[in-house]
Structure formats: structure tokens, C-alpha cells
């Protein structure tokens, strides 16, 4: 009972910051073991926007602007996520490259 929202303003901000940790999360565990961790959370970011798009044009309430800014910011996140997994966890064992010999 001790945290309480008393405005609109306090409700959409925790739910705006509730959205970007699962995004960090996310993304963070995509990038998580492989070396290229920007790349897999990109493709989370585009993962997201794209729910995020196909709920938000479905609204009555559309606004370009704040929509623009959430896929800016999705994009961001996506992919700082992505490189913040892959330098917490690299990967493990390397990948060797086999060479092909001509005789």
C-alpha cells in the first residue's frame, strides 16, 4: 500500500517504464552467448515494433507523434539491450572455421 498513483500522468509513466526494462530484458537475452548481440536485438526491437505498430493503428486514440517516439525508443533499447547481453554473457566456446585444403 505504500506506493500509490494519484495522476494519469504516474500511471502511463510506470507502464512506459515497466515496458522498456521488458524490452532491455529481452533484448539482453537474445544478445546473451553470441557475438553479435546488437543484430539479435535489433531483431527483438523490430519484433516489438511491429506488435506495438499493429495495436497502435488499431486504436481509436492514434497519435503519430508519441508513436514515433515509442519505435525511436523501442529501436534504441532493442538494441543497446542486444549489446549489454552480449558483453555480460559472450559466448562460450568459439567457433573454429574449418579450412578446405586443395590438392
Not at 45 to 62: D, E, K, N
Request: hydrophobic share 50%; glycine share 14%; with cysteine.
Amino acid at each position: 500500500g505504500t506506493l500509490t498513483l494519484s495522476t494519469h500522468f504516474q500511471a502511463k509513466l510506470v507502464s512506459w517504464e515497466i515496458a522498456g526494462l521488458t524490452m532491455l530484458l529481452g533484448a539482453a537475452f537474445a544478445g546473451a552467448t553470441t557475438g553479435n548481440g546488437a543484430k539479435q536485438g535489433l531483431c527483438v526491437a523490430i519484433g516489438g515494433t511491429l506488435l506495438y505498430l499493429g495495436y497502435q493503428v488499431t486504436s481509436p486514440r492514434f497519435d503519430l507523434e508519441a508513436c514515433l517516439f515509442a519505435v525511436l525508443s523501442m529501436f534504441a533499447v532493442g538494441i543497446a539491450g542486444g549489446w549489454f547481453g552480449c558483453q555480460l554473457f559472450p559466448p562460450v566456446v568459439k567457433r573454429r572455421r574449418h579450412r578446405i585444403v586443395d590438392l
